[in-house]
């Protein structure tokens, strides 16, 4: 039997489908550190850091989205990613990015008593703009715009 040459992939946000189609290979940032999975990958469950996804198409393309938490599952030739957020790169405002970024950086310091909740909360939204920014600059990178 012959083996297969794609996966059945599917990313899944609260509020969308982000993107469901067969590619090549996907890679993501798990807690345990970055993974790429291929077709016939062992099955898998992991938990998702913030950061950047990059999928290559059946095409050879590459598609770079970021990534703020969530899970992937891995079975038989199919990847199912359910995620807090994920955009794709060419949807992200780079600049509007970069101003949460530094707010949530600014509000950190301007603290002076917090509880670790809210710490936890403002670090989480510190790395979800940084995903954001790096999945921009991956895909200017690999599309070559400026």
Do not use: C, Y
């Not at 079975?75 to 949460?100: P, Q, Y």
């Not at 917090?114 to 703009?129: G, S, V």
């Amino acid at each position: 039997m012959p083996e297969q040459k794609t996966i059945k992939f599917e990313i899944v946000t609260p509020e969308r489908i982000v993107m469901k189609e067969q590619v090549v290979q996907v890679s993501v940032p798990t807690k345990q550190g970055e993974i790429t999975v291929l077709p016939s990958h062992i099955p898998l469950v992991a938990g998702l850091m913030s950061g950047v996804i990059e999928i290559v198409k059946e095409d050879g393309n590459s598609e770079i989205m970021s990534v703020s938490g969530g899970f992937i599952e891995v079975s038989k030739n199919k990847v199912v990613i359910l995620a807090d957020t994920a955009e794709r790169a060419e949807e992200i405002d780079m600049a509007k990015a970069e101003e949460a970024r530094e707010r949530a950086k600014k509000t950190i310091k301007e603290l002076r008593h917090f509880d670790r909740e809210r710490f936890a909360n403002i670090n989480a939204l510190i790395a979800k703009e940084m995903a954001r920014s790096r999945a921009v600059k991956r895909w200017k990178k690999i599309k070559k715009v400026d």
